[in-house]
């Protein structure tokens, strides 16, 4: 199962409602709000929240920016041990600048 988040264009009814449609491949399976996900047959203003993000499984993903002669750059981990080591190789050229880490949480 590989679930895509998909931002909603402004033709579809839930725009401005719900931040993501999230689909397995290109079938959509629910919708993801600020307070949880909600089912796809859902009216977004009636429908509690069915799972909250804490109850939802995730892992970090590391992504280091960093510049190389000017253009920016971007590697992706899911190990910190990983990028620590990768990190530290890239800091001993001289023409790799301006490293910056961000941790995003994705659903396993």
Do not use: W
Request: glycine share 4%; charged share 30%; aromatic share 12%.
């Amino acid at each position: 199962m590989q679930l895509t988040y998909q931002k909603l264009g402004k033709d579809h009814p839930f725009f401005d409602k719900v931040d993501y449609l999230v689909a397995d491949g290109t079938t959509p399976i629910c919708y993801k709000t600020r307070e949880g996900y909600l089912p796809l047959e859902s009216d977004v203003s009636s429908v509690t929240v069915k799972c909250t993000e804490s109850e939802v499984e995730t892992k970090p993903l590391y992504v280091l920016s960093f510049k190389v002669n000017g253009e920016t750059e971007e590697m992706t981990f899911f190990s910190k041990k990983k990028l620590e080591k990768q990190k530290e190789f890239l800091s001993e050229k001289a023409f790799i600048t301006d490293f910056k880490t961000t941790v995003y949480k994705v659903v396993e």
